[in-house]
């Protein structure tokens, strides 16, 4: 087995981005789960199923109208353009931007589930005690919704560990920049280089395994304690 | 953890203050209407009472603001909550709101759940101490408790101490004994009669129960179907036969009285009111000690001449003010007057003819039980 080709580079990619993509996918997920969970607008389900389209779209899919809106033509792409910022396909923060689009739904809707668990008394028993509409979000909603922002968290880094097909459309594949732990296994496969490809593939299905387990096991435990 | 910031609660402005509470709201539902229009004193304890569906929750979730009405106006003490023009927030309300369920906060353990409110107050605006409130409640021992912990009777305590450490200007209280069982009753039943004597601020208290409403209201609102039916002093509401509340198996008046003197060879405290005096067991209360006297109408009966040569010695002339026909078609309500207040008597509507009852007659009333309230 040679490992002078072996090359970490990918992973830590791979982990750089599945932690930006977690940070804002929390902080896009929660405003949005809980605007979900409360809003008696009518055409609501309209969101909802907007956000839940990437559980079922196949990811060329929505890599391929990502491609088309953040490139040069795309009006995402004329905006990033006139500001200076150039286009974003084939570049890391268009990953980032795709992989949050890419994993919204398994972070929103573990959130929402366990924003509309707490029901309404504990937030108006915190208005009767004179905390105002922000302050019951953060003292009361939040913290009653911990298990839900962990699953949600949880799930959005695994799944963004994990993406391919996205990453192939949107950020290609160039090493140190878009080149991605799922990808750099393709690649090797590519290659007949099995053996490195081994490497990468084993230590994600064991991470993969472990951060399941670990969130599976605190969820039970919690369980077993309300009991 | 803390993120909120003291709030100045709408402040209080009582030089220009009309005493009192005025309360008009309407609320249209798909299947229930709210339609309310009542005043009530601005201290003491009103009741508002009426059957399940008649709107007394919903009544008491607009005066806290967490519900919208169509239209209303609320005023209290010359602080105006709610009219056309403007709605204070509930959390700017110097209210306290204690709900039938305690709903005690799950991620916080019992100190924490007292002083949400308390830290949210401006320390002026601190009238009650947090240790005071602790020891009063007698909740020292399980502050560091989970709610989950807690007895259902125990965290109603935990609940009202929370409500009571907002230094509210009126307690809103919704059924606080419902959900809780006999022992539950019991242990906080206690806590609710001394309440209004240690504070100084009005109460609204929703309730279905007569017994609660005998035991702590001085005033009554009698709720049906998303309307007032009436409003009043307590006495003179318990008493109207024309009201449903008259007719229950239960139907008592309650009698403000005194303790006058106490006979320990009979083991009798006697109590005095307006002229009469009763006698219950000896209860030690010191002389003077007002005290609250409930007599059930199925306990009263009435003689033409003064009792002799009879068991009960509880006995007194009062003078009959109306006689109305009871529920069960053998028996009449009679409603007596004794120095400005009213107790009840149901008899047989034979008695009423043999003994020849008429309004406006000087009759004895005998009561079998005088139960002592408070």
Not at chain 2, 143 to 162: N, P, T, Y
């Amino acid at each position: 087995m040679d490992f002078s080709q072996f090359d970490l580079q990918p992973v830590w990619l791979t982990l750089r981005l599945a932690t930006i993509t977690t940070v804002l996918l929390l902080c896009v997920a929660t405003p949005l789960a809980w605007w979900l969970a409360n809003t008696r607008w009518r055409y609501r389900q309209v969101i909802n199923a907007l956000v839940a389209l990437p559980l079922v779209l196949p990811p060329t899919v929505l890599g391929f109208y990502l491609l088309l809106l953040l490139g040069p033509r795309g009006w995402v792409g004329q905006i990033t353009q006139s500001l200076g910022i150039g286009v974003l396909p084939f570049t890391f923060s268009g990953l980032v931007i795709a992989s949050v689009i890419y994993s919204l739904p398994f972070a929103v809707q573990p959130i929402q589930n366990a924003f509309a668990a707490i029901g309404k008394r504990p937030l108006e028993v915190a208005a009767t005690l004179g905390a105002s509409p922000w302050d019951r979000f953060i003292s009361v909603a939040l913290p009653l919704a911990k298990p839900g922002l962990l699953t949600g968290a949880v799930l959005g880094f695994a799944h963004t560990l994990g993406e391919f097909g996205v990453v192939l459309m949107i950020g290609g594949n160039i090493p140190g920049q878009t080149q991605v732990l799922s990808v750099a296994i393709f690649d090797h496969v590519e290659a007949y280089e099995y053996a490195a490809a081994h490497v990468l593939a084993a230590g994600m299905l064991g991470f993969s395994f472990i951060v399941l387990l670990a969130l599976y096991w605190r969820t039970g435990q919690r369980s077993a304690e309300q009991v | 953890m803390s993120s909120g910031k003291p709030v100045d609660r709408a402040s209080n402005n009582q030089s220009t203050a009309k005493p009192g509470i005025e309360a008009r709201f309407q609320l249209k539902r798909k299947d229930f209407a709210l339609d309310i229009d009542f005043a009530a004193p601005g201290k003491g304890v009103t009741a508002l009472f009426g059957p399940s569906g008649s709107g007394k929750t919903t009544l008491l979730r607009c005066i806290a603001g967490l519900e919208k009405p169509t239209r209303g106006h609320f005023t209290i003490n010359g602080q105006c909550w709610h009219d056309e023009h403007k709605s204070i927030p509930v959390h700017r309300r110097p209210m306290a709101y204690v709900f039938q369920e305690a709903s005690l906060f799950p991620h916080l353990n019992v100190r924490e759940n007292m002083a949400y409110g308390w830290r949210r107050m401006a320390k002026r605006q601190r009238k009650l101490q947090f240790d005071d409130v602790t020891a009063w409640l007698g909740l020292d021992a399980l502050l560091d408790r989970r709610a989950e912990q807690l007895s259902g009777g125990q965290r109603q305590r935990v609940a009202i101490a929370r409500a009571l450490l907002t230094s509210p200007q009126l307690l809103l209280m919704d059924e606080p004994l419902a959900s809780l069982d006999a022992s539950g009753k019991a242990e906080i039943l206690p806590y609710l009669e001394s309440l209004w004597q240690e504070l100084d601020i009005p109460v609204l208290y929703v309730s279905h129960a007569p017994e609660e409403v005998q035991q702590l209201a001085d005033h009554l609102i009698l709720l049906d179907q998303g309307r007032v039916v009436a409003a009043g002093e307590l006495n003179a509401l318990l008493t109207d036969p024309l009201l449903a509340i008259s007719h229950f198996e239960e139907a008592a008046a309650v009698l403000e009285a005194r303790v006058v003197s106490h006979d320990t060879e009979f083991h009798l405290t006697s109590l005095a009111f307006d002229g009469a005096q009763v006698s219950v067991s000896y209860n030690g209360l010191p002389l003077g000690h007002k005290a609250r006297l409930r007599i059930c109408a199925r306990d009263v009966s009435l003689a033409l001449v003064q009792p002799q040569k009879i068991s009960i010695s509880n006995s007194f002339s009062v003078r009959v003010v109306s006689i109305d026909p009871d529920r069960d078609p053998s028996q009449m309500l009679v409603r007596c007057e004794i120095g400005g207040q009213h107790l009840l008597s149901r008899i047989t509507r034979r008695s009423v003819h043999l003994l020849n009852i008429e309004v406006g007659k000087n009759v004895y009333a005998q009561v079998k039980t005088v139960a002592l309230m408070k």
